[in-house]
T-cell receptor
């Protein structure tokens, strides 16, 4: 099945700086790539997702870029704020009919924004 | 809409006891999931369901059972609890399988002593 890896495991940034988290995936058939944010003690919530027919998607201070050739996608957070401190999970899945199309999650990145 | 709800929020079990974690959603989603999240780790799929009466195993199904008698409810049963089942359990639902947003419940923190 799909294998998703995230790097770095922990990222500390100064408030106002940018943060970038990278994920790699193993199956070239994967076509859906969401990012979830989990604040301490809370449930994971979707913050942005991208499909393989586009290379970049933005939503205010967050963006996701996709490199299908290299099989990696990245989350970019600009002008970081203390409320961006959380664990971020990337995930990948493929369309039905391409084998196991479960959503495969990475292990998560801890982002700490230092005021 | 309440979204996805879970009960209880916390539970302590003794080794060998059994319990059922409740999950309900009011979004009319066909797809529902149970995950466990161990400290510092990601989400591991225990079981999932593609509709009422249809369930299937995920990555880590041993020690658990599920049923899906209605679209709304997807309970997770733990039989003969073991310390290795100490974890936070999340239920989730989605409109499609793997290709759309999964909505998570608030989680159940389970400790087995």
């Amino acid at each position: 099945g799909e294998n998703v890896e995230q790097h770095p495991s922990t990222l500390s940034v100064q408030e106002g700086d940018s943060a970038v988290i990278k994920c790699t995936y193993s199956d070239s058939a994967s076509n859906y790539f969401p990012w979830y944010k989990q604040e301490l003690g809370k449930r994971p919530q979707l913050i942005i997702d991208i499909r393989s027919n586009v290379g970049e998607k933005k939503d205010q201070r967050i963006a996701v870029t996709l490199n299908k050739t290299a099989k990696h996608f990245s989350l970019h957070i600009t002008e970081t704020q203390p409320e961006d401190s959380a664990v971020y999970f990337c995930a990948a899945s493929m369309e039905a009919g391409y084998g196991n199309n479960r959503l495969a999650f990475g292990k998560g990145n801890q982002v700490v924004v230092i005021p | 809409n309440a979204g996805v709800t879970q009960t209880p929020k916390f539970r302590i079990l003794k080794i060998g006891q059994s319990m059922t974690l409740q999950c309900a959603q009011d979004m009319n989603h066909n797809y529902m999931y149970w995950y466990r999240q161990d400290p510092g780790m990601g989400l591991k799929l225990i079981y999932y369901s593609v509709g009422a009466g249809i369930t299937d195993k995920g990555e880590v199904p041993n020690g658990y059972n599920v049923s899906r008698s209605t679209t709304e409810d997807f309970p997770l049963r733990l039989e003969l609890a073991a310390p290795s089942q100490t974890s936070v359990y999340f239920c989730a639902s989605s409109y499609s399988f793997g290709q759309n947003e999964q909505f998570f419940g608030p989680g159940t923190r389970l400790t087995v002593l």
